[in-house]
Each structure stands twice: as C-alpha cells, then as structure tokens.
C-alpha cells in the first residue's frame, strides 16, 4: 500500500495539515514556479471579502464535513474571505496552535478534493497564504469560506494526489474548532492485542473481542536502545494499521523498506506514539477518533478507532 501523500509520508498515516504545507504539494512535476507560502507573520493577515466569496455558502453541521454550494467556475485574482458563522471563542492570532475541520473544493468544478480535521500553527511561514487567510484572526467557532487563487495555494504545480490541476484555484471551507490539545499517550495494560512480529513480513495481530478504549494508550512490546526520538524529527518506521471494529488492515509498509516522515505530518496519535521513544523500539499504540481522523463518519477512516503496530528503525534532526 504506502501511497506517499507528501514527502514520504504514507497517506493512511499523513495528517489533513500535510495539506496545507508550500513545497510538499505532490503536484504533477515539470513545473519551476513555486507557490507562495506565508512568511512567519507576527500580524493579523489583511483580507476582505467580496462579490466571489460571499456568493459561497456552506450548509451542515459545524465541525462535520460541509455542503459547498457555488457556480462554477469560480475566477478570482486575488484571496477574499467571507465569515459563514462567526464564533464566540477567543480569536485566533499568529503563532496560535489550531484545530480546524479543511474541506477543499475544485474552483473550476465544484468537486469535493479534501476533508478532513487537521492542526497547525497560524502564520507558520511553511503555510500556503490561502490557508492562513482562512483561520486567521477570527474567533474560535468560526466557518470561513475562502477563495484562493492558484499562487496563494498549489501555484503552477497544482496537487495531483487530490486533484488540483496546475494554475487551478482552490475553496477552502474552514471550521475552527478550538486550540490544539496534545495528545499524550497512557501506558497500555488492558485488552492490548497480540502480536508476533514476522521478520520484514506482515506482523500478526489479533485484536480483542471487546469495546474500543476512548483513550490514546501505548504498550512497549520491545524496547530499543537507540537515540531517542524528539518532537519534529525525521523519523523512519515499519508499521502496520488496523481498524480495531473490523479488525482488518487498512494500511501498512510491510513487507518493504521502512518509510520516513515528520512526528508533525501525520495523525496526532501517531506522531505522540513516536516522541520519547528510542531508535529500535517496537509498540503497539490504539488511536481514538480525535487523534486520528476525527469523528466525522463521512470522512475516510474518521469514527474509527485505529490500532498500529510500528518499529521504529531510525530518527534525525533537521
């Protein structure tokens, strides 16, 4: 499986902020022209709406998936943010850690490319521009619908691994649900899953008849002795993904190579399974909904609780 979505993070693994960061696009090769990314802003963006973005409406529940309704093709030169729902909460300000619920739309179209929950920090310089502008400085409770053009998103590279074509503009439909709350995980002890370990072949799991636990818990099957693993590292693992109601694999690097990525550019859960560990370490690790792929059912794999098996083989600094 191992479908890279950015970098060489797999896609079952990679967070929807994987999304958001300039450079990391996946687009369609061949092209010089660079999309432009936030520089580190210390400042609230200045943005209006107008005629395009206030014709855009977006029907259901905050924090689930929206319906974007709009004519297409959408033709804009320059970003315009109208507020769908304004929020009660705190207002968000660069350098702010947030969790929105993304959801992108093909401006040419008015196809559905993305959705998912993701976390960032607004006015990262590695934010495209149209990300930004769709969080920044409002209050938390918020639906933004913004309309970015191509040079503030994907640029002449376009993102093919969702279906944004080069020099397309993208709508970007953002819920601000609430500050970033870090996931941390407690030790394991109960109902943990076997598991025998097959050399570079699949592992074998067997996952418990019982009730998924609500929590984000972690057991060490074998500990390594090698450099610890920090928060942002470059991290190479094996893994093997489970959904744990099913009990079938959704996604794993086995049998292969080890696959190398952030602990910021995949899901939440993971990414804390990781941090704290040492280089040779093997775990298992269950991942509730909101350190995973949220609770919207709509989403690709968001409602399920997930179970990963994982080695980690080496770590680095940048």
């Not at 495209?128 to 409770?141: L, N």
């Not at 074998?222 to 109601?245: A, I, M």
């Not at 086995?254 to 859960?269: E, K, L, M, R, S």
């Amino acid at each position: 499986m191992n479908r890279a979505l950015r970098l060489s993070a797999p896609a079952a693994l990679a967070a929807a902020s994987a999304l958001l960061l300039a450079g990391c696009a996946g687009g369609d090769g061949g092209s010089t022209a660079e999309p432009s990314a936030t520089t580190a802003a210390t400042e609230c963006m200045e943005l209006s709406s107008g005629s395009v973005s206030d014709a855009i409406t977006a029907d259901g529940a905050f924090g689930e998936t929206p319906n974007a309704t709009f004519t297409t093709p959408v033709e804009v030169d320059e970003l315009q943010r109208s507020i769908l729902i304004e929020g009660e909460g705190d207002a968000t300000e660069p350098g702010d850690e947030v969790d929105a619920v993304i959801t992108l739309y093909s401006a040419t179209n008015g196809s559905q490319l993305a959705s998912s929950p993701a976390s960032f920090k607004i006015g990262d310089a590695n934010l495209y521009r149209g990300f930004t502008a769709a969080v920044d400085c409002v209050p938390i409770g918020t639906r933004t619908v913004t309309v970015a053009p191509a040079e503030d998103v994907y640029g002449d590279q376009g993102n093919s691994s969702i279906g944004v074509q080069p020099g397309e503009a993208v709508i970007i439909v953002a819920d601000i649900t609430g500050e970033t709350e870090r996931a941390t995980p407690s030790e394991w002890t109960e109902n943990v899953p076997e598991v025998t370990f097959n050399g570079t072949d699949s592992p074998t799991v067997v996952i418990p008849d019982t009730p998924p636990s609500p929590e984000l818990l972690l057991k060490v099957l074998e500990e390594g002795d090698g450099e610890t693993v920090e928060s942002g590292d470059q991290v190479s693992v094996r893994y093997q993904g489970l959904n744990w109601e099913t009990k079938e694999i959704f996604d794993q690097s086995y049998p292969g190579d080890p696959v190398t990525f952030g602990t910021d550019q995949v899901i939440a859960g993971f990414g804390a399974a990781l941090v704290g560990q040492p280089v040779g370490t093997k775990l298992i690790v269950t991942i509730p909904p909101e350190f995973g792929y949220g609770t919207d059912p709509s989403v690709n794999l968001g409602g399920q609780t997930l179970v990963f098996v994982v080695e980690i083989t080496d770590t680095t600094r940048q």
